[in-house]
Structures are given as C-alpha cells and as structure tokens.
C-alpha cells in the first residue's frame, strides 16, 4: 500500500460548476477524513467517516458539500455550484481508531 | 478562543542550530499529540505521534507534551536546509483532529 491517494491533483473549474475528488485512504484504516486548507493556515476540518458511517460534520460544510464513503473503501467529496471562495487544498486522511492520521497529497481547486 | 494556538513565525535559523516549535491548546481532553511537516503545494507528512504526557525521540526529532501546561514541543537537532518547511501541530481526543496555523520554518546554509 502506497498510502492515502488523492485524484486530481489539480482541478480549475468555473464558478456554478460541480466538482468531485476522490480519495482512496490506507486499506486497513477504517477512518477517512477530510480537511480543507487554505495558504497559510492549518487544515480545517470538514468531515470524517468511521468505515461507511459519515460520524461527524463540520458547520463550514455547508448544503453544496457532501461526502460519501460507500462500502467504507474510498470515498468522494463533491461540491455544488462552486464559489471563488471554495479555492482551497482539499486534504483527505485515514487512520485507525486512536491513531496518528496520515494524509494524501491534497486536490487543489481554483474557481475562476 | 482556538482549540489550538501556534505562532506562525517565520522563523529563520543557520544551518545546525537547535529548533524550538510550540503550540498551545484548551481542551484537557486531548490525549494524541502529533507533529507534521509541510513542504509547498504538499499534503502535510507525519513527523512524530505522542500519547498523553512525556518526551518522544526519533533521530533529530524530538516531542514533548505537557499536559498540565496545555503545551507541546518539536525540536529539532542540527537542523539542515532540507528542514525548511511549515511544522503544523496536531491533536485530538480521538474524533477529529485540530490543527495549529502551521511554524514556517527556513534553515539557512
């Protein structure tokens, strides 16, 4: 296992398009995180999953972001009609139940 | 108040010097302590995991947790340029971690 993978990498979309990234965590972790980071600060958090049960949300999620983890394998993150505002690194991280948290490389999004 | 305060510097050090990055947090109901490194346009690299109280060592790296202070501690030995990065410190009472703003740390040659 090569670690948590993220898919894209990059995504420019035009501001009122969806998005989707994906994120396919450590395969013996059944947690799944996701955290969105902005230049110069730290990662904020979103949401995470305890195998497909989505256990906690943040309220910076609004009603166009939604997560799923089916089948507690990957999981996707889509954001609806997207704003200048939502330009961010999208971060995902998996780990087992009291453990340390290891983290993908990130999808970066620029809404123009 | 946040959960986790952490200076952002930056902080610019020469080659070889001794490294000394804190945080600060609220919550008593922290019990995992972690430190990560961050290089531009990456996601964010494991450095060290603590639990609860003490010192942890791995090569030049070096975590500390006072828990009765609300306060940790990365230091890093003999620093060295490849060392330039954020240092973001992390912790959690095992839901959801929360993250200080990130040290931007330079090691000048």
């Known amino acids: 296992d090569t670690g948590v993978s993220q898919n894209p990498r990059h995504k420019i979309t035009k501001r009122g398009q969806n998005v989707t990234f994906r994120c396919d965590p450590i395969?013996?972790?059944?947690?799944l995180y996701w955290y969105r980071q902005t230049l110069g600060q730290g990662p904020e958090f979103l949401t995470y999953?305890?195998?497909?049960?989505?256990?906690?949300k943040s309220r910076l999620l609004s009603d166009r972001f939604s997560a799923e983890r089916p089948k507690g394998s990957f999981s996707t993150l889509e954001i609806q009609r997207t704003e200048q505002g939502d330009s961010a690194m999208y971060l995902c991280?998996?780990?087992?139940?009291?453990?340390?948290?290891?983290f993908g490389q990130g999808t970066r999004l620029t809404v123009v | 108040q946040k959960e986790v305060e952490q200076d952002p510097g930056p902080l610019s050090v020469p080659e070889g010097a001794i490294v000394s990055l804190n945080c600060t947090y609220s919550?008593?109901?922290?019990?995992?302590f972690m430190w990560y490194r961050q290089y531009s346009r990456k996601g964010p690299e494991l450095l060290m995991y603590?639990?609860?109280?003490g010192n942890k060592e791995d090569g030049r790296f070096t975590a500390q947790v006072d828990k009765s202070s609300k306060y940790i501690s990365l230091f890093i030995r003999d620093s060295q340029p490849s060392d330039s990065a954020t240092y973001l410190c992390?912790?959690?009472?095992?839901?959801?971690?929360?993250f200080g703003t990130g040290t931007s740390l330079t090691v000048i040659p």
């Open positions: 395969s013996e972790h059944n947690r």
């Open positions: 999953f305890q195998n497909e049960a989505q256990l906690e």
């Open positions: 991280a998996s780990s087992s139940e009291f453990s340390e948290a290891f």
């Open positions: 919550n008593s109901a922290f019990q995992y």
């Open positions: 992390a912790m959690t009472s095992g839901n959801q971690f929360y």
């Open positions: 603590t639990y609860s109280s």
